[in-house]
Protein backbone atom coordinates (compact mmCIF):
# COMPACT_ATOMS: atom_id res chain seq x y z
CA UNK A 1 0.00 0.00 0.00
CA UNK A 2 1.25 3.40 -1.08
CA UNK A 3 1.72 6.36 1.51
CA UNK A 4 -0.85 7.28 4.05
CA UNK A 5 -4.24 6.86 1.50
CA UNK A 6 -5.81 3.94 3.80
CA UNK A 7 -4.22 5.91 7.18
CA UNK A 8 -7.29 6.08 9.43
CA UNK A 9 -9.48 3.40 7.67
CA UNK A 10 -11.01 1.66 10.10
CA UNK A 11 -14.30 -0.24 10.14
CA UNK A 12 -14.81 -1.92 13.68
CA UNK A 13 -16.87 -4.48 14.70
CA UNK A 14 -17.41 -5.46 10.98
CA UNK A 15 -15.63 -7.66 8.06
CA UNK A 16 -13.84 -5.43 5.39
CA UNK A 17 -13.78 -6.68 2.13
CA UNK A 18 -10.36 -4.95 1.61
CA UNK A 19 -8.83 -3.76 4.78
CA UNK A 20 -8.28 -5.88 7.99
CA UNK A 21 -8.75 -5.03 11.35
CA UNK A 22 -5.09 -4.33 11.70
CA UNK A 23 -5.72 -1.44 8.82
CA UNK A 24 -3.70 -4.16 6.51
CA UNK A 25 -5.13 -4.89 3.19
CA UNK A 26 -6.19 -8.74 2.62
CA UNK A 27 -3.79 -10.60 0.62
CA UNK A 28 -5.52 -10.48 -2.48
CA UNK A 29 -6.61 -7.00 -2.34
CA UNK A 30 -2.80 -5.51 -1.53
CA UNK A 31 -1.77 -4.75 -5.37
CA UNK A 32 -5.71 -2.82 -5.75
CA UNK A 33 -5.65 -0.69 -2.73
CA UNK A 34 -1.87 0.02 -3.72
CA UNK A 35 -2.47 1.21 -7.01
CA UNK A 36 -5.62 3.19 -5.54
CA UNK A 37 -3.89 4.55 -2.62
CA UNK A 38 -1.71 5.68 -4.89
CA UNK A 39 -3.43 7.65 -6.54
CA UNK A 40 -4.43 10.98 -4.90
CA UNK A 41 -7.35 12.74 -4.19
CA UNK A 42 -7.56 14.71 -6.92
CA UNK A 43 -7.24 11.98 -9.31
CA UNK A 44 -9.99 9.92 -7.63
CA UNK A 45 -11.84 12.88 -8.08
CA UNK A 46 -11.51 12.48 -11.91
CA UNK A 47 -12.28 9.07 -12.26
CA UNK A 48 -15.05 9.12 -10.17
CA UNK A 49 -16.17 12.12 -12.69
CA UNK A 50 -15.45 9.87 -15.49
CA UNK A 51 -17.55 6.85 -14.33
CA UNK A 52 -20.47 9.40 -14.08
CA UNK A 53 -20.14 10.66 -17.33
CA UNK A 54 -19.52 7.49 -18.70
CA UNK A 55 -22.86 6.56 -17.05
CA UNK A 56 -24.80 8.95 -18.51
CA UNK A 57 -23.65 8.63 -21.86
CA UNK A 58 -24.35 4.98 -22.05
CA UNK A 59 -28.19 5.56 -20.38
CA UNK A 60 -27.80 3.55 -17.59
CA UNK A 61 -30.62 4.39 -15.70
CA UNK A 62 -33.32 3.17 -13.10
CA UNK A 63 -36.87 4.19 -12.21
CA UNK A 64 -37.90 5.37 -8.75
CA UNK A 65 -41.79 5.19 -7.60
CA UNK A 66 -42.71 8.26 -5.90
CA UNK A 67 -45.58 10.47 -4.89
CA UNK A 68 -44.76 12.90 -7.72
CA UNK A 69 -44.58 10.15 -10.45
CA UNK A 70 -41.63 8.32 -12.23
CA UNK A 71 -38.36 9.66 -11.71
CA UNK A 72 -35.74 8.24 -13.90
CA UNK A 73 -32.04 8.37 -12.07
CA UNK A 74 -28.78 7.77 -13.42
CA UNK A 75 -27.38 4.15 -11.42
CA UNK A 76 -25.15 5.16 -8.58
CA UNK A 77 -22.13 3.69 -9.06
CA UNK A 78 -18.95 3.62 -6.57
CA UNK A 79 -15.04 3.35 -8.42
CA UNK A 80 -13.74 1.37 -6.10
CA UNK A 81 -14.54 -2.05 -6.76
CA UNK A 82 -15.58 -4.55 -4.26
CA UNK A 83 -12.95 -8.19 -4.55
CA UNK A 84 -13.51 -11.61 -3.53
CA UNK A 85 -10.23 -14.10 -3.92
CA UNK A 86 -11.64 -16.87 -6.14
CA UNK A 87 -10.66 -19.51 -4.09
CA UNK A 88 -13.85 -18.15 -1.27
CA UNK A 89 -15.78 -17.76 -4.28
CA UNK A 90 -15.71 -21.17 -6.19
CA UNK A 91 -17.60 -23.02 -2.47
CA UNK A 92 -20.05 -20.44 -2.72
CA UNK A 93 -20.76 -20.87 -6.12
CA UNK A 94 -20.92 -24.39 -5.99
CA UNK A 95 -23.51 -23.78 -2.98
CA UNK A 96 -25.75 -21.86 -5.51
CA UNK A 97 -25.82 -24.52 -7.66
CA UNK A 98 -26.64 -26.76 -5.09
CA UNK A 99 -28.96 -24.28 -3.32
CA UNK A 100 -31.10 -24.08 -6.74
CA UNK A 101 -31.35 -27.56 -7.71
CA UNK A 102 -33.02 -27.95 -4.40
CA UNK A 103 -35.48 -25.37 -5.40
CA UNK A 104 -36.59 -26.37 -8.36
CA UNK A 105 -36.92 -29.77 -6.98
CA UNK A 106 -38.98 -28.68 -4.44
CA UNK A 107 -41.29 -26.30 -6.84
CA UNK A 108 -41.69 -29.17 -9.13
CA UNK A 109 -42.99 -31.70 -6.24
CA UNK A 110 -45.32 -28.89 -5.46
CA UNK A 111 -47.36 -28.59 -8.49
CA UNK A 112 -47.19 -32.98 -8.91
CA UNK A 113 -47.41 -35.05 -5.87
CA UNK A 114 -46.61 -33.12 -3.22
CA UNK A 115 -43.89 -35.67 -1.30
CA UNK A 116 -42.47 -33.24 1.06
CA UNK A 117 -46.09 -32.55 2.62
CA UNK A 118 -46.74 -36.20 3.01
CA UNK A 119 -43.92 -36.95 4.48
CA UNK A 120 -43.57 -34.27 7.39
CA UNK A 121 -40.92 -32.11 5.92
CA UNK A 122 -42.78 -29.22 4.66
CA UNK A 123 -45.47 -28.04 6.47
CA UNK A 124 -48.99 -27.73 4.60
CA UNK A 125 -50.29 -25.12 6.21
CA UNK A 126 -47.42 -23.03 4.93
CA UNK A 127 -48.29 -23.82 1.20
CA UNK A 128 -52.13 -23.34 2.09
CA UNK A 129 -51.75 -19.80 3.15
CA UNK A 130 -48.97 -19.24 0.40
CA UNK A 131 -50.33 -15.73 -1.83
CA UNK A 132 -47.58 -17.22 -4.87
CA UNK A 133 -48.95 -20.21 -5.24
CA UNK A 134 -50.49 -20.88 -8.37
CA UNK A 135 -53.36 -23.87 -8.92
CA UNK A 136 -53.58 -23.58 -12.50
CA UNK A 137 -50.43 -24.86 -12.81
CA UNK A 138 -50.58 -27.94 -11.00
CA UNK A 139 -49.96 -31.00 -12.81
CA UNK A 140 -47.84 -28.52 -15.50
CA UNK A 141 -44.10 -30.58 -16.41
CA UNK A 142 -41.87 -27.82 -17.98
CA UNK A 143 -38.93 -29.29 -19.61
CA UNK A 144 -36.45 -30.81 -17.18
CA UNK A 145 -38.97 -29.92 -14.40
CA UNK A 146 -36.74 -27.05 -14.32
CA UNK A 147 -39.02 -23.89 -12.93
CA UNK A 148 -36.41 -21.33 -11.60
CA UNK A 149 -34.52 -21.17 -14.79
CA UNK A 150 -33.03 -17.50 -13.40
CA UNK A 151 -32.67 -17.09 -9.96
CA UNK A 152 -30.98 -14.31 -7.96
CA UNK A 153 -29.93 -15.18 -4.46
CA UNK A 154 -28.92 -12.67 -2.17
CA UNK A 155 -25.96 -13.32 -0.19
CA UNK A 156 -24.17 -11.32 2.77
CA UNK A 157 -21.39 -11.91 5.04
CA UNK A 158 -21.18 -11.46 8.79
CA UNK A 159 -18.58 -10.11 11.07
CA UNK A 160 -16.55 -13.06 10.65
CA UNK A 161 -16.47 -13.11 6.92
CA UNK A 162 -18.36 -15.92 6.35
CA UNK A 163 -21.49 -16.05 3.44
CA UNK A 164 -24.82 -16.60 3.97
CA UNK A 165 -28.15 -16.71 2.05
CA UNK A 166 -30.05 -13.86 2.85
CA UNK A 167 -33.15 -14.77 0.46
CA UNK A 168 -33.92 -16.23 -3.05
CA UNK A 169 -35.34 -14.21 -5.65
CA UNK A 170 -37.09 -16.59 -8.13
CA UNK A 171 -40.17 -14.30 -9.72
CA UNK A 172 -39.03 -11.81 -11.59
CA UNK A 173 -34.81 -11.30 -10.40
CA UNK A 174 -33.59 -8.44 -11.66
CA UNK A 175 -30.32 -6.55 -11.66
CA UNK A 176 -27.64 -8.58 -13.47
CA UNK A 177 -27.74 -5.54 -16.69
CA UNK A 178 -26.35 -3.18 -14.03
CA UNK A 179 -23.86 -6.08 -13.51
CA UNK A 180 -22.64 -6.40 -16.62
CA UNK A 181 -22.64 -2.60 -17.14
CA UNK A 182 -20.66 -1.93 -13.79
CA UNK A 183 -17.71 -3.65 -15.55
CA UNK A 184 -17.52 -1.43 -18.56
CA UNK A 185 -17.98 1.37 -16.45
CA UNK A 186 -14.87 0.28 -14.45
CA UNK A 187 -12.78 -0.49 -17.16
CA UNK A 188 -12.87 2.88 -18.44
CA UNK A 189 -12.16 4.52 -15.27
CA UNK A 190 -9.49 2.19 -14.34
CA UNK A 191 -7.98 0.73 -17.44
CA UNK A 192 -4.79 -0.36 -15.93
CA UNK A 193 -6.09 -2.22 -12.95
CA UNK A 194 -7.58 -4.47 -15.58
CA UNK A 195 -3.70 -5.29 -17.18
CA UNK A 196 -2.21 -5.90 -13.95
CA UNK A 197 -4.89 -8.18 -12.06
CA UNK A 198 -6.57 -11.86 -13.52
CA UNK A 199 -10.43 -10.91 -13.10
CA UNK A 200 -13.60 -13.28 -13.96
CA UNK A 201 -15.15 -12.25 -16.24
CA UNK A 202 -19.39 -11.43 -16.37
CA UNK A 203 -19.80 -10.24 -19.89
CA UNK A 204 -21.12 -13.95 -20.70
CA UNK A 205 -24.09 -13.80 -19.19
CA UNK A 206 -26.19 -12.84 -22.18
CA UNK A 207 -24.87 -15.69 -24.39
CA UNK A 208 -25.68 -18.26 -20.98
CA UNK A 209 -28.79 -17.07 -20.67
CA UNK A 210 -29.75 -17.40 -24.36
CA UNK A 211 -28.09 -20.87 -24.42
CA UNK A 212 -30.48 -21.56 -21.62
CA UNK A 213 -33.73 -19.96 -23.14
CA UNK A 214 -33.09 -21.75 -26.27
CA UNK A 215 -32.66 -25.41 -24.67
CA UNK A 216 -36.51 -24.71 -23.79
CA UNK A 217 -37.73 -24.64 -27.08
CA UNK A 218 -40.37 -26.55 -28.13
CA UNK A 219 -39.12 -27.09 -31.70
CA UNK A 220 -35.75 -28.17 -31.36
CA UNK A 221 -34.93 -28.99 -34.58
CA UNK A 222 -34.73 -24.75 -35.72
CA UNK A 223 -33.30 -21.86 -34.41
CA UNK A 224 -36.13 -20.60 -32.01
CA UNK A 225 -37.57 -16.82 -31.78
CA UNK A 226 -37.08 -15.81 -28.26
CA UNK A 227 -38.78 -12.68 -26.65
CA UNK A 228 -38.63 -10.66 -23.24
CA UNK A 229 -42.04 -10.02 -22.08
CA UNK A 230 -41.79 -6.77 -20.40
CA UNK A 231 -44.54 -4.56 -18.67
CA UNK A 232 -43.50 -1.42 -20.98
CA UNK A 233 -41.49 2.03 -19.94
CA UNK A 234 -42.93 2.50 -16.86
CA UNK A 235 -41.48 -0.22 -15.37
CA UNK A 236 -38.43 0.41 -13.11
CA UNK A 237 -36.37 -2.43 -14.09
CA UNK A 238 -37.21 -1.14 -18.24
CA UNK A 239 -33.44 -0.14 -19.17
CA UNK A 240 -32.74 -4.27 -17.99
CA UNK A 241 -35.83 -5.42 -20.26
CA UNK A 242 -33.82 -3.40 -22.89
CA UNK A 243 -31.06 -4.26 -22.44
CA UNK A 244 -31.24 -7.90 -22.30
CA UNK A 245 -33.41 -8.10 -25.15
CA UNK A 246 -30.30 -6.44 -27.25
CA UNK A 247 -27.92 -8.26 -25.93
CA UNK A 248 -29.51 -11.76 -26.61
CA UNK A 249 -30.51 -10.33 -29.87
CA UNK A 250 -34.44 -11.47 -28.78
CA UNK A 251 -37.41 -9.41 -29.03
CA UNK A 252 -38.76 -6.85 -26.55
CA UNK A 253 -41.92 -7.10 -26.65
CA UNK A 254 -45.29 -6.22 -24.80
CA UNK A 255 -48.47 -8.87 -24.18
CA UNK A 256 -50.71 -6.72 -26.69
CA UNK A 257 -47.89 -7.44 -29.27
CA UNK A 258 -48.39 -11.04 -29.20
CA UNK A 259 -51.47 -12.97 -29.65
CA UNK A 260 -52.49 -16.75 -29.33
CA UNK A 261 -53.64 -18.43 -32.33
CA UNK A 262 -56.62 -21.25 -32.54
CA UNK A 263 -53.20 -23.88 -33.16
CA UNK A 264 -52.65 -23.04 -29.37
CA UNK A 265 -48.89 -21.04 -30.53
CA UNK A 266 -48.11 -17.62 -29.35
CA UNK A 267 -47.59 -14.95 -32.26
CA UNK A 268 -45.80 -11.56 -32.88
CA UNK A 269 -47.44 -9.18 -34.08
CA UNK A 270 -44.62 -7.50 -37.12
CA UNK A 271 -44.90 -5.85 -40.45
CA UNK A 272 -44.30 -8.78 -41.68
CA UNK A 273 -47.27 -10.65 -40.65
CA UNK A 274 -47.37 -12.93 -37.89
CA UNK A 275 -43.72 -14.63 -36.24
CA UNK A 276 -44.17 -17.75 -34.15
CA UNK A 277 -42.91 -17.38 -30.66
CA UNK A 278 -41.04 -20.54 -29.08
CA UNK A 279 -39.66 -18.85 -25.97
CA UNK A 280 -40.79 -16.42 -23.43
CA UNK A 281 -38.47 -14.38 -20.93
CA UNK A 282 -41.04 -12.74 -19.38
CA UNK A 283 -40.67 -9.78 -16.86
CA UNK A 284 -44.15 -9.80 -15.71
CA UNK A 285 -45.52 -11.34 -12.30
CA UNK A 286 -47.84 -14.46 -12.70
CA UNK A 287 -51.05 -12.26 -12.30
CA UNK A 288 -50.62 -10.00 -15.03
CA UNK A 289 -49.54 -12.74 -17.30
CA UNK A 290 -52.88 -13.89 -18.92
CA UNK A 291 -56.34 -12.00 -18.22
CA UNK A 292 -58.01 -15.11 -19.30
CA UNK A 293 -56.39 -17.03 -16.20
CA UNK A 294 -55.20 -15.08 -13.78
CA UNK A 295 -56.44 -11.03 -13.46
CA UNK A 296 -59.02 -9.95 -16.12
CA UNK A 297 -58.19 -6.50 -15.91
CA UNK A 298 -54.39 -7.49 -16.80
CA UNK A 299 -53.47 -5.05 -19.85
CA UNK A 300 -49.98 -5.90 -19.80
CA UNK A 301 -50.36 -9.81 -20.45
CA UNK A 302 -51.74 -12.00 -23.48
CA UNK A 303 -54.94 -13.87 -23.66
CA UNK A 304 -54.44 -17.61 -24.23
CA UNK A 305 -50.70 -17.26 -23.10
CA UNK A 306 -51.17 -20.23 -20.22
CA UNK A 307 -53.31 -22.35 -22.55
CA UNK A 308 -50.53 -22.21 -25.15
CA UNK A 309 -47.94 -22.84 -22.36
CA UNK A 310 -49.57 -26.06 -20.81
CA UNK A 311 -50.34 -27.59 -24.44
CA UNK A 312 -46.58 -27.11 -24.68
CA UNK A 313 -46.29 -24.95 -27.41
CA UNK A 314 -43.91 -21.89 -25.86
CA UNK A 315 -42.15 -22.32 -23.37
CA UNK A 316 -41.88 -19.69 -19.73
CA UNK A 317 -38.81 -18.67 -18.20
CA UNK A 318 -39.25 -18.55 -15.11
CA UNK A 319 -42.17 -20.49 -14.98
CA UNK A 320 -45.59 -19.67 -13.41
CA UNK A 321 -46.14 -21.05 -10.21
CA UNK A 322 -42.24 -20.87 -9.29
CA UNK A 323 -42.70 -17.89 -7.30
CA UNK A 324 -44.12 -20.56 -4.19
CA UNK A 325 -40.56 -20.76 -3.28
CA UNK A 326 -40.00 -16.87 -3.55
CA UNK A 327 -41.35 -16.76 0.38
CA UNK A 328 -39.45 -15.87 3.32
CA UNK A 329 -41.20 -18.65 5.05
CA UNK A 330 -40.58 -21.03 2.38
CA UNK A 331 -36.96 -19.83 2.77
CA UNK A 332 -36.43 -20.78 6.38
CA UNK A 333 -37.05 -24.53 4.94
CA UNK A 334 -34.52 -24.68 1.80
CA UNK A 335 -31.81 -26.25 4.15
CA UNK A 336 -34.64 -29.42 4.55
CA UNK A 337 -35.08 -29.29 1.05
CA UNK A 338 -31.00 -29.50 0.11
CA UNK A 339 -31.22 -32.69 2.55
CA UNK A 340 -34.21 -34.27 1.44
CA UNK A 341 -34.01 -33.55 -2.44
CA UNK A 342 -30.94 -33.67 -3.13
CA UNK A 343 -29.76 -36.39 0.32
CA UNK A 344 -26.79 -33.32 0.51
CA UNK A 345 -26.20 -31.56 3.29
CA UNK A 346 -26.35 -27.67 2.38
CA UNK A 347 -22.82 -25.84 1.93
CA UNK A 348 -23.98 -22.12 1.95
CA UNK A 349 -25.86 -21.11 5.32
CA UNK A 350 -29.33 -19.57 5.95
CA UNK A 351 -29.26 -16.54 7.93
CA UNK A 352 -30.88 -17.77 11.33
CA UNK A 353 -34.76 -17.21 10.59
CA UNK A 354 -37.81 -17.22 13.54
CA UNK A 355 -41.27 -17.87 12.23
CA UNK A 356 -43.67 -16.14 13.73
CA UNK A 357 -46.46 -18.53 12.63
CA UNK A 358 -44.76 -21.06 15.09
CA UNK A 359 -46.20 -20.03 18.86
CA UNK A 360 -43.06 -20.01 20.60
CA UNK A 361 -40.83 -18.30 17.88
CA UNK A 362 -42.93 -15.70 17.61
CA UNK A 363 -43.44 -14.96 21.66
CA UNK A 364 -39.69 -14.42 21.08
CA UNK A 365 -39.46 -12.33 18.27
CA UNK A 366 -42.70 -9.92 19.93
CA UNK A 367 -40.02 -9.80 22.90
CA UNK A 368 -36.52 -9.09 21.36
CA UNK A 369 -38.45 -6.43 18.46
CA UNK A 370 -35.96 -3.85 19.36
CA UNK A 371 -33.00 -5.88 18.59
CA UNK A 372 -34.35 -8.35 15.43
CA UNK A 373 -35.39 -7.04 11.76
CA UNK A 374 -38.52 -8.19 10.77
CA UNK A 375 -39.63 -8.80 7.20
CA UNK A 376 -43.31 -9.64 5.45
CA UNK A 377 -42.91 -13.27 3.50
CA UNK A 378 -43.33 -11.60 0.03
CA UNK A 379 -42.37 -7.47 -0.21
CA UNK A 380 -39.11 -6.75 -1.81
CA UNK A 381 -36.73 -3.87 -2.26
CA UNK A 382 -36.26 -2.88 1.28
CA UNK A 383 -39.78 -2.73 1.72
CA UNK A 384 -42.65 -3.52 4.79
CA UNK A 385 -39.69 -4.54 7.58
CA UNK A 386 -38.98 -3.40 10.78
CA UNK A 387 -35.06 -2.75 11.59
CA UNK A 388 -35.43 -3.07 15.46
CA UNK A 389 -32.16 -1.66 16.41
CA UNK A 390 -33.22 1.84 14.19
CA UNK A 391 -37.34 1.50 15.12
CA UNK A 392 -39.18 3.72 17.65
CA UNK A 393 -41.45 2.35 20.47
CA UNK A 394 -44.54 3.09 18.16
CA UNK A 395 -43.16 1.55 15.00
CA UNK A 396 -42.55 -1.71 17.23
CA UNK A 397 -45.73 -2.09 18.52
CA UNK A 398 -47.40 -1.28 14.94
CA UNK A 399 -45.58 -4.40 13.85
CA UNK A 400 -46.44 -6.42 16.87
CA UNK A 401 -49.85 -5.70 15.62
CA UNK A 402 -48.98 -6.63 12.23
CA UNK A 403 -47.59 -9.86 13.43
CA UNK A 404 -50.29 -11.04 16.04
CA UNK A 405 -52.90 -9.93 13.10
CA UNK A 406 -51.25 -12.49 10.56
CA UNK A 407 -48.40 -14.75 11.58
CA UNK A 408 -47.68 -16.96 8.97
CA UNK A 409 -46.73 -13.30 6.98
CA UNK A 410 -44.27 -12.79 8.96
CA UNK A 411 -40.36 -13.80 9.75
CA UNK A 412 -37.26 -12.17 12.00
CA UNK A 413 -33.76 -12.16 12.10
CA UNK A 414 -31.15 -11.28 13.79
CA UNK A 415 -29.80 -7.43 12.88
CA UNK A 416 -26.22 -8.72 10.99
CA UNK A 417 -22.84 -7.21 11.36
CA UNK A 418 -23.27 -7.14 7.66
CA UNK A 419 -19.86 -6.44 5.81
CA UNK A 420 -18.12 -3.16 4.55
CA UNK A 421 -16.07 -1.62 1.58
CA UNK A 422 -14.28 0.94 0.97
CA UNK A 423 -16.51 3.62 -0.45
CA UNK A 424 -14.81 6.96 -2.09
CA UNK A 425 -16.82 9.87 -0.28
CA UNK A 426 -16.28 13.33 -0.41
CA UNK A 427 -13.58 13.07 2.42
CA UNK A 428 -11.71 10.21 1.07
CA UNK A 429 -12.46 6.33 1.87
CA UNK A 430 -15.02 4.72 4.38
CA UNK A 431 -16.25 1.80 5.04
CA UNK A 432 -20.49 0.84 3.63
CA UNK A 433 -22.04 -2.53 4.23
CA UNK A 434 -22.53 -4.06 1.07
CA UNK A 435 -24.31 -7.35 -0.11
CA UNK A 436 -24.19 -9.63 -3.17
CA UNK A 437 -26.74 -10.72 -5.71
CA UNK A 438 -25.10 -13.90 -7.96
CA UNK A 439 -27.48 -14.70 -10.85
CA UNK A 440 -27.85 -18.28 -11.04
CA UNK A 441 -29.27 -19.89 -14.90
CA UNK A 442 -31.02 -23.50 -15.10
CA UNK A 443 -31.01 -25.51 -17.93
CA UNK A 444 -32.33 -28.78 -18.63
CA UNK A 445 -29.50 -31.74 -18.33
CA UNK A 446 -26.68 -29.20 -18.24
CA UNK A 447 -24.79 -27.90 -15.43
CA UNK A 448 -26.23 -24.57 -13.87
CA UNK A 449 -24.46 -21.31 -14.78
CA UNK A 450 -23.45 -19.25 -11.80
CA UNK A 451 -21.61 -15.77 -12.25
CA UNK A 452 -18.81 -15.08 -11.34
CA UNK A 453 -19.64 -12.98 -8.33
CA UNK A 454 -22.84 -10.58 -9.19
CA UNK A 455 -24.05 -7.16 -8.63
CA UNK A 456 -22.53 -5.61 -5.18
CA UNK A 457 -25.45 -3.47 -3.70
CA UNK A 458 -24.17 -0.64 -1.07
CA UNK A 459 -25.72 1.35 1.20
CA UNK A 460 -24.38 4.75 0.68
CA UNK A 461 -25.38 6.70 3.83
CA UNK A 462 -23.29 5.93 6.45
CA UNK A 463 -24.29 3.45 8.59
CA UNK A 464 -27.29 2.59 6.71
CA UNK A 465 -27.84 -1.54 6.18
CA UNK A 466 -30.68 -0.38 3.28
CA UNK A 467 -28.68 -1.34 -0.28
CA UNK A 468 -31.97 -0.79 -2.38
CA UNK A 469 -31.17 2.00 -4.69
CA UNK A 470 -34.82 2.84 -5.09
CA UNK A 471 -33.73 4.18 -0.93
CA UNK A 472 -29.95 5.53 -1.28
CA UNK A 473 -28.33 2.54 -1.75
CA UNK A 474 -25.37 2.36 -4.96
CA UNK A 475 -23.51 -0.95 -6.37
CA UNK A 476 -19.92 -1.56 -7.11
CA UNK A 477 -18.09 -3.90 -9.80
CA UNK A 478 -17.63 -7.15 -8.37
CA UNK A 479 -14.03 -8.57 -8.84
CA UNK A 480 -13.24 -12.40 -8.57
CA UNK A 481 -10.04 -12.11 -8.26
CA UNK A 482 -7.62 -15.45 -9.37
CA UNK A 483 -5.54 -15.97 -6.13
CA UNK A 484 -3.61 -18.85 -7.16
CA UNK A 485 -1.28 -15.30 -8.81
CA UNK A 486 1.03 -13.48 -6.31
CA UNK A 487 -1.26 -10.58 -5.26
CA UNK A 488 -3.99 -11.44 -7.65
CA UNK A 489 -1.98 -9.92 -10.28
CA UNK A 490 -0.82 -10.90 -13.73
Known amino acids: MSGDAWRGYQSPGFFDEMIDELGRPRPATAALAGRIGALGADELAERRAAADLAIKSMGITFTVYSDAGMID????FDILPRVIPASEWQPVARGLAQRVAALNAFIADIYAEQRIIADGVFP??????????????????????????ICGSDLVRDGEGRFYVLEDNLRVPSGVSYMVENRLVSKRVFPELFEAHVIGPV??????????LAALSPRPDITPNVAVLTPGVYNSAFFEHVWLAGQMGAELVQGT?????????????????PQRIDVIYRR??????????FR????LGTPGLMRAWRAGNVALANAPGAGVADDKVVYAFVPEFIRYYLGEEPTLDNVPTWLCMKDDEREHVLANLDSLVVKPANESGGYGMLIGPRSSGEEREHFAELIRANPRNYIAQPTLALSTAPTLVDTGFAPR????RPFIVSRPEAPAYVTMGGLTRVALRE????????????????WIIDDTQPNGSA
Open 257 to 273: DLFVDDDDCVYARTIYG
Open 203 to 212: DDYPSELLDA
Open 124 to 149: AEVLAQSVNFRPECVGMRPPGDIWAH
Open 284 to 293: VDDLFLDPDV
Open 463 to 478: GSLVVNSSQGGGSKDT
Open 73 to 76: RAWP
Open 296 to 299: ADSM
Open 433 to 436: HVDL
